[in-house]
């Protein structure tokens, strides 16, 4: 350790350390632009010039070593006449238009102009004007003469988002931060930029001019779309939502949050919001109240269960729901005598329901992979579907950590990895049972029973290698692994290489309450009932979907719809709008979004994190919760006294709880027998279907800067180039994608990143909700 | 967009780097892709950049930083005069006016026909030969009084 | 051009100009003999290195740093290190490095295995400026010239020690003559310079241990080691060892590269010059380069030419680019021309350079063009103090100092210009002492 004495204050830091680490060790404020904890040290503002003893010009206190016994003063002569020169510098070419900037209020540069800054200016030149760029629906860069030149926006996509999309073009004081040749930014990261940006330069294009920094209010929240558990501040003004800004939690984002987390508010002011209950009366949805919706709901319920038993109710869920909807969902099926009920709409093989351990988690907490020597990931979109959890990974493997993938598309995971693996879907089990191999033998003990055939490739062994080898480390099931038709099977597989490598096994779970649904119990049990697929595949006579739009959520839209058509009853409780649910919805419940509703969500690593409702539900929108609640006391069910959202919680979830319990990734399943290796030209072609980013849950849809994204481009066919040649379709023209009844016309594109013999097409998205399974079956033609 | 020999030309330097530090030959890619194209297009940095394995706007700022390379079209002879100090007291600045006199056009300019383009260049190391002037980054022009002038002008065709 | 006079010459011995600079011509020089001998005598890394710090010889590039010192300060034992020559000549009034380059590349060759035998380097790279490009290809050529021989690349001279040397070609960017810039550079990047420390012998190319020297200093260590240390330390005069290169532009009669021995009096020089054009009455003088301050003509006349006498005349050695100006010169636009150029040269990085030398160049045009106001000149020199000591690299310096300088000695001329708006050397005179125009008449 080394001593450093900062205005007079003693600390010891560890070698290695900055001056401004010990400071901020000490709580010693230097004013600063360019050093953020989490970039590279730029030192270029030059702002935190310090004074050290006996050092004759004063050294940026970011980017200066701690050399024991070092005595640092920030507020000295030599120190204040450095800091205020630089201030002059910062101030000359920059335009001074804080009245009107959307910065105002929580801009550094003007915080510390007021303290560093002149009265009057000694600049009487010409101001440098820098033009304005157009990066996309998220970013304004509008105001770039504002810009001091600090690159954090820069470090930031080449260190944090993995990919360089802005710089600093030029040079002297013609510098300029850009994009190349005007393009826009997509990184699924990028909205972090806006809150890096330590001026008015980069700004938030939804959020522009709508508020000033000191009329909101700022209220605690948690993402409700991916399975991390993201931190947010929520921002208010007279009761709307206006601004989602991360809030750091260095054990789950850190400081950072997704676009998708950032801008999705958005969707809470939608034209599409469901704003009062809807029942279906002489053939079309009408408009009543909240008693006649329910009476309506419960009377219906009762009738369908007295004529064809309770088993013939059926009920989903999202798992973007809070964990007191889906315990509540769960509780009024089973009080109704059903146990058809189910939170896993886009699962597609159950076959460890009944053999799990315990609940399925991600088998460490999210704190601890930085500290992994090796990680495997099969079956992932990864930074699509998890971008948060792909930068972790980013950053791992920076640290040298071996990242390995193992997935159905090549895309680029903007992660330095160790290896990786692309096959079809079907293939998956047999790559990752080759792995489980090459681990076996590396391991000096027997290949497990049914993978003597399997032959290990380079990559593979690879793989192995990384897991057997290393000393902490991980192997993950990302949402493809989950979805696919061997589901188990990859879920024994993991297993199996767990045990073999010491790794912990886990998913990365698809949504907020991936893990949260396991542990309020919302899919069939040890007294049985139907599975989220068995519920569409054996029609059923009524329909409870909480927060489900079975045209985008379900593994197969296609059987769904057709078993929602063939229904007595469908009960959509759900904050939004759908026009396609008016030909088989019955009810629509105006449900109270993310926000407007207290509840839980236990996030992938098992964290329990409980949110209040911030803001009041639109129109007679109501909580999930409290309609459930109600709708079982409509029903006269026992057990549905509850008065607030927390003695729901308390019910399932002891009160206090911060990770739940009996999380546990064990699984009693034979790892074979294993599907034959298809070779490309053997079979016919088979879908890869990624669910998009900002398609992926009903309020990203709604998000209008999302839509606007890259990412929200709608769907392609993407086929490699050989497999379009076999089929004699040119890459552009324009195909018929067909799947059992249905079909969609998509322009097919060559893509060297998806493997021979299969066509890659979005789920999730209007464009090809009429398909069929995600993995499956498909057909291509000329249209 | 570059043509085979380009490439190959790129092969030669990237082989001059550690085989992970292909991004070391960037300079010399966009100095070989100027040479064929005249200039350097957006299209012509980005495929360097996607050769190189590197972000396109990575190459930009190298291809904007560096005043050699040309982001907009030249001149088929681009006239590069030194007007520093050293060069001024020996006339740097006079051959400078002399030849915006007798071009017609001014820095950054380029004559109607397309034959020369004119820059103001920084210090090349040659401030005992000045006048110096740098002929399309490759070739340097010593002692450019005015009938040195008339000659390479009438050369350049 | 060879060099064009000398005064006990060592490195510039046998130059003859495009006529003399290969293989063979440095070989019947005596070409390669050091490098030969340590190979085959077998002598020790850490010798070479302690015969480079007994000479004294110091870095020619502008700090004048001991080289061997720099050397030893490079990790011992195995791992990727790199040598790296600066040949990045763009400090106006510098252009010694390039007649080195076109008489004599293969002793920057020699010099530069030499350091990476000394340090314990496979790996080199000489950076050249884009604006010589003939002399880039030609140090090219003496490379596969080299190769071919055995003096660069795998097993040199069949001892096992291996030594890939290339070239790299600069594009125009004054500031990646900085060590840490130059490395950006060869990195492929922005010449953006490093924060240091850490150093580029801790952490310099690829993030590697790196010895950065100048061309002529390397050029110089095949002479010190052949003739040895203490020979070598006999020229010149204490702590300012060994001959140097002195690049003469401006108003003299043969302006031109000397080689003469350090602590050479500055009018030994000026007379090898040719003197003051014209027979005209010297001015001032830039002593090392664009980036020193300005002396007026008595007090150089009075100095030698070292690293001491001159710092104690409040100028610069620098480069021992020497630029001389006479009495037609108008100072405010003599500095004038120098501040657009560490304007126009600062990379943009950190905030006092990038906006400090835009404003300086800004107030001196505005003095230059007539449009001066009261106070200017105070100004000009609190932004120099606002600039110096406070950036990344030396820039800021660079810039501030001629500003410092021009302003010490000159101020008569600048206030003069803001209370007139016009020169106080009149325009005809100006006009008189360009040799330009004449040329023609």
């Known amino acids: 350790m080394l001593d450093i004495e900062i205005d007079g204050k003693q600390i010891q830091v560890p070698p290695g350390s900055t001056i401004m680490d010990a400071a901020r060790a000490l709580g010693t404020y230097i004013p600063h632009f360019c050093y953020h904890k989490k970039l590279s040290i730029a030192a270029n503002c030059r702002m935190c010039l310090v004074q050290v003893e006996k050092a004759p010009k004063p050294q940026p206190a970011c980017a200066t070593p701690v050399a024991n016994g070092m005595k640092v003063f920030t507020h000295s002569d030599l120190a204040v006449t450095a800091q205020k020169g630089v201030m002059e510098f910062m101030l000359t070419n920059h335009p001074l238009d804080c009245p009107i900037c959307d910065q105002g209020g929580e801009c550094q540069l003007q915080d510390l102009a007021v303290g560093y800054g002149g009265t009057v200016t000694r600049f009487k030149e010409a101001k440098h004007v820098v033009l304005h760029k157009e990066v996309g629906p998220l970013i304004s860069m509008q105001e770039m003469s504002r810009c001091i030149h600090c690159t954090r926006c820069v470090r930031f996509g080449q260190e944090i988002a993995g990919v360089m999309e802005l710089g600093m073009a030029n040079r002297n004081v013609h510098s300029e931060i850009q994009t190349f040749v005007g393009r826009s930014v997509d990184s699924e990261l990028s909205g972090n930029m806006i809150d890096l940006c330590p001026v008015g330069a980069l700004t938030s294009k939804p959020f522009r001019y709508s508020a000033r920094s000191w009329e909101l209010a700022r209220r605690k929240s948690v993402s409700p779309h991916d399975s991390l558990g993201t931190n947010l501040t929520v921002q208010l003004k007279n009761n709307r939502v206006m601004r989602v800004l991360p809030r750091e939690n260095e054990e789950i984002n850190e400081c950072w949050i997704s676009d998708k987390d950032r801008f999705s508010y958005e969707a809470l002011n939608s034209a599409e919001r469901l704003l009062k209950p809807m029942v279906r009366v002489d053939g079309a949805l009408r408009e009543v109240e909240w008693n006649v919706a329910l009476d309506y709901v419960a009377h219906a319920l009762n009738d369908i269960a007295k004529n064809h038993g309770a088993e013939s109710i059926a009920a989903l869920a999202s798992p973007h729901s809070t964990a007191e909807e889906l315990y509540l969902l769960q509780k009024v099926a089973r009080a109704l005598g059903s146990g058809n009920v189910d939170f896993r709409p886009r699962r597609k093989d159950f076959s460890t329901d009944g053999k799990r351990a315990g609940t399925p988690w991600l088998g460490l907490r999210l704190a601890e992979i930085k500290d992994l020597d090796a990680a495997l990931v099969v079956g992932s979109f990864l930074r699509k579907d998890h971008p948060l959890f792909a930068q972790k990974l980013r950053q791992l493997a920076k640290k040298k950590g071996k990242v390995s993938l193992i997935s159905v598309s090549g895309d680029d995971p903007l992660i330095d990895l160790h290896a990786r693996i692309s096959v079809a879907p079907r293939n998956l089990s047999r790559v990752l049972a080759a792995v489980v191999k090459a681990a076996a033998t590396l391991c000096e003990v027997a290949v497990p029973a049914g993978l003597e055939d399997v032959e290990p490739c380079e990559q593979a062994k690879a793989i192995a290698e990384s897991l057997v080898k290393g000393g902490k480390k991980a192997i993950f099931l990302g949402n493809v692994a989950e979805q696919v038709d061997q589901a188990g099977q990859l879920h024994a597989l993991g297993a199996e290489l767990a045990r073999l490598t010491g790794a912990s096994l886990g998913f990365i779970g698809e949504a907020a309450n991936s893990v949260g649904g396991y542990v309020a119990g919302a899919l069939p049990g040890a007294a049985g009932g139907l599975n989220a697929r068995q519920i569409f595949s054996q029609v059923r006579k009524a329909y409870l979907l909480l927060g489900v739009e079975p045209e985008f959520d379900c593994a197969n839209p296609q059987e769904a719809v057709a078993a929602l058509k063939q229904a007595e009853l469908v009960v959509l409780m759900t904050p939004f709008r759908n026009e396609k649910a008016t030909d088989y919805a019955d009810v629509l419940l105006p449900l109270a979004a993310f926000t407007e509703t207290s509840g839980t969500y236990v996030s992938t690593e098992g964290r329990v994190q409980s949110v209040n409702g911030i803001s009041r539900p639109q129109g007679d929108a109501r909580p999930g919760w409290k309609v459930l609640r109600v709708l079982g006391n409509v029903l006269s069910l026992p057990g549905f006294e509850y008065e607030s959202s927390e003695e729901v919680r308390d019910e399932f979830i002891p009160a206090g709880t911060e990770f739940v319990g009996n999380l546990d990734n064990n699984v009693d399943l034979p790892l074979s027998p294993l599907a034959p290796f298809v070779a490309a030209s053997a079979a016919g072609l088979e879908r890869i279907a990624d669910v998009p980013i900002h398609f992926a849950d009903a309020l990203a849809r709604r998000a209008t800067a999302l839509q606007k994204t890259r990412d929200a481009a709608g769907p392609v066919a993407r086929i490699h180039p050989e497999t379009l040649d076999q089929l004699a379709i040119a890459s552009e023209t324009q195909v018929r994608v067909k799947q059992g009844e249905g079909e969609a016309i998509l322009v097919a594109r060559a893509d060297v990143l998806v493997p021979p013999g299969c066509v890659r097409v979005a789920a999730a998205h209007a464009a090809t909700a009429s398909l069929g399974e995600m993995f499956g079956p498909i057909n291509v033609e000329r249209a | ?157 | 051009m060879a060099i064009l006079g000398t005064i006990n010459p060592l490195l510039t011995v046998g130059w003859n100009g495009d006529a003399g600079w290969r293989l063979q011509e440095y070989v019947q020089r005596g070409g390669y003999k050091a490098l030969r001998r340590i190979i085959e005598e077998k002598i020790p890394a850490a010798q070479v290195i302690d015969e480079v710090k007994k000479s004294g010889l110091r870095g020619r590039g502008g700090a004048g740093f001991p080289t061997g010192l720099k050397w030893s300060f490079m990790p011992k034992g195995e791992g990727e290190k790199y040598i790296v020559c600066n040949t990045d000549e763009g400090e106006p009034g510098t252009f010694k490095d390039r007649d080195i380059l076109r008489n004599n590349p293969h002793a920057v060759i020699e010099g530069m295995v030499i350091a990476g035998y000394a340090v314990g380097a496979a790996r080199g790279y000489n950076y050249i400026h884009g604006e010589i490009w003939d002399l880039y290809k030609r140090f090219e050529e003496a490379l596969d010239e080299a190769r071919a021989a055995g003096f660069v690349g795998k097993n040199i001279l069949g001892s096992g020690f291996d030594f890939e040397l290339n070239a790299h070609h600069g594009y125009g960017a004054y500031v990646c003559g900085e060590e840490s810039a130059l490395l950006e550079s060869i990195e492929g990047k922005k010449g953006q310079p490093r924060f240091k420390p850490p150093f580029p012998a801790a952490v310099g190319l690829y993030n590697k241990p790196t010895t950065i020297n100048n061309t002529e200093t390397f050029s110089a260590v095949p002479f010190v080691l052949n003739m040895g240390a203490d020979a070598y330390l006999a020229i010149g005069k204490q702590n300012n060892a060994g001959t140097k290169l002195f690049s003469v532009s401006g108003h003299v009669n043969r302006p031109g590269n000397y080689e003469i021995p350090l602590g050479t009096p500055f009018a030994a020089l000026l007379e090898l010059a040719g003197g003051v054009r014209g027979g005209r009455k010297l001015k001032a003088v830039i002593p090392g380069g664009s980036s020193a301050p300005v002396l007026p003509a008595e007090i150089i006349m009075d100095c030698t030419l070292d690293y001491d006498a001159i710092s104690k005349a409040g100028s610069m050695l620098g480069s021992g680019a020497v630029i001389v100006m006479d009495e037609t010169t108008c100072m405010v636009r003599a500095l004038e021309r120098l501040s657009y150029f560490y304007h126009e040269e600062s990379c943009g990085q950190c905030t006092p350079c990038r906006e400090g030398t835009r404003w300086l160049y800004e107030i001196v045009h505005r003095i230059e063009h007539g449009k001066g106001r009261p106070g200017d000149v105070d100004l000009l020199r609190g932004l120099t103090t606002n600039i110096m000591g406070r950036t990344i690299c030396a820039l800021g310096d660079a810039a501030s100092m001629p500003v410092q300088g021009f302003l010490k000695h000159y101020r008569d001329e600048f206030e003069y210009h803001i209370e007139h708006g016009k020169c106080l050397v009149p325009p005809e005179v100006q006009r008189a002492g360009s040799t330009f125009f004449k040329a023609t008449v």
Request: one cysteine or more; a negative charge.
């Open chain 2, 1 to 157: 967009m570059l043509t085979t020999e380009s490439i190959q030309k790129i092969d030669r330097e990237i082989a001059k780097y550690p085989a992970d530090q292909k991004q070391s030959a960037v300079m010399a890619a966009l100095a070989i892709a100027q040479e064929e194209l005249g200039w350097l297009p957006s299209e012509a940095i980005e495929s360097v950049a996607d050769y190189l394995g590197i972000p396109p706007m990575a190459a930009y700022e190298v291809a904007s930083f560096y005043n050699m390379y040309d982001l907009k079209p030249v001149g088929r002879h681009k006239l590069t005069v030194c007007t520093n100090l050293p060069c001024m007291l020996s006339g740097g600045v006079d051959a400078a006016e002399y030849l915006k006199k007798k071009l017609g056009i001014g820095f950054n300019e380029t004559t109607p026909d397309g034959r020369f383009t004119l820059k103001e260049g920084e210090c090349m190391g040659a401030c005992g030969d000045a006048p110096v002037m740098l002929v399309n980054n490759r070739h340097m022009c010593a002692s450019m009084l005015p009938e040195q002038i008339d000659k390479l002008l009438e050369e350049l065709k």
